[in-house]
């Protein structure tokens, strides 16, 4: 498998650390020992896993002559907010197409990643419908663009295309190299799956690899089938599009729906107490959409002994943190 074969911009300079959570682990009775690998760290505006994509992405975009970027997210977008900061960084253009998946939730004003899109300069932003076709949407605004004379480049929502996900191939070589260079043992990786190019990648460099460590996957949004045959078809074309003749068996795909609570974005008691519990324990920060479902995802499952006794555990912390500022209500009551 060889990933250097693609062009990148070099985003990712070093590993991103692997951390065992002692404290953590004993507060979930030291059944397991929990280990976070932090993408949270990983460099662009307040770190988080769309780098690692939007390394591919963006190269391709410059490849192309592109002047501009265009891509698309909830209005709380942390793959805008690194989208954009990448597109400052290499002196691009930035246009936002926002979908508003739950009714009246778009606040010019509001706080969390919705302020840094107005503080790293955004060129535009355009707020849709819930289910709107944002494929569609950014197509539109690009022919604006094109009309004005410029080149822009269309980024798909959280950058999850196969190229994107080899952002996460990459990062499954990352994490084998530190297993052998720190002597580190993983039993079970616990992903959060969203728009799917992050656990598609992991999965991807698995069997690219030969490496047989379960992956569970915490789904965010979709129901459970749905996410899962993403994440499948997703991590088939990166295979493909690296050249690796292996297909993912079906039955390696797991994508919970259980930790999504009322839907996307929207605060469950669990996430709290999963943010919360990192937080006073590690100190080391979650967020309300992502990484604190998919924590509260793992800690369920280890409450209700899904790993064996006595299992090393890796959770990948993507990031997120910025909206945290956005939920200061479900945490303040
Ligand atoms: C986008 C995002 C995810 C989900 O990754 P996908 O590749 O979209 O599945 C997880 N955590 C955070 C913080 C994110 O911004």
Same mark, same amino acid.
């Given at each position: 498998?060889?990933?250097?074969? @693609? ?5 990712? $300079?070093?590993?991103? +650390? ?70 400052? $960084? ?12 739950? $009714? ?51 980024? +798909? ?22 297993? @052998? ?35 569970? !996957?915490? !789904?965010?949004?979709? +129901? ?27 039955? $390696?795909?797991?994508? *919970?729906?259980? *930790? ?45 002994? *899904? @790993? +064996? ?15 945290? *500022?956005?939920?200061?209500?479900? @945490?303040?009551?």
């Amino acid at each position: 498998m060889n990933l250097a074969k @693609f062009e990148r911009r070099g985003y990712v $300079k070093e590993a991103t +650390p692997i951390e065992f959570l002692p404290n953590f682990s004993k507060a979930l009775g030291n059944k397991i020992n929990v280990y976070i690998k932090r993408d949270d760290l990983l460099p662009g505006t307040s770190g988080g896993n769309k780098t690692r994509k939007l390394d591919f992405c963006i190269a391709d975009a410059l490849a192309k002559g592109a002047d501009t970027i265009i891509t698309c997210g909830a209005v709380q977008s942390n793959h805008c907010r690194l989208t954009l900061s990448w597109a400052v $960084k290499e002196g691009l253009d930035c246009y936002l197409v926002l979908e508003e998946r739950v $009714k009246n939730s778009y606040k010019p004003e509001a706080s969390g990643n919705n302020f840094l899109f107005h503080l790293l300069g955004v060129k535009g932003i355009s707020v849709v419908e819930g289910g709107s076709n944002m494929m569609a949407e950014m197509e539109k605004v690009a022919e604006k663009l094109k009309a004005e004379g410029k080149k822009p480049y269309i980024v +798909p929502g959280g950058a999850s295309n196969a190229l994107g996900a080899l952002g996460y191939v990459s990062c499954m070589e990352e994490i084998m190299h530190q297993m @052998f260079t720190q002597g580190l043992k993983f039993d079970h990786m616990v992903v959060p799956s969203g728009s799917a190019g992050t656990h598609a990648g992991i999965i991807a460099g698995m069997i690219g690899n030969n490496i047989n460590i379960p992956v569970t !996957g915490i !789904g965010v949004n979709r +129901p459970k089938a749905k996410q899962q045959e993403a994440v499948h078809s997703l991590a088939n074309q990166a295979l493909e599009l690296i050249g690796v003749d292996a297909r993912v068996p079906a039955d $390696k795909v797991v994508a *919970y729906d259980d *930790y999504v609570g009322p839907g996307y974005s929207l605060p469950t008691d669990a996430m709290v107490e999963a943010v919360k519990l990192l937080a006073t324990t590690e100190g080391i920060l979650l967020d309300p959409v992502y990484s604190g479902k998919a924590m509260s995802g793992l800690i369920d499952l280890a409450r209700k002994d *899904y @790993f +064996p006794q006595g299992a090393n555990v890796l959770f990948l912390h993507t990031g997120g943190s910025p909206a945290l *500022y956005a939920y200061l209500d479900c @945490f303040n009551k």
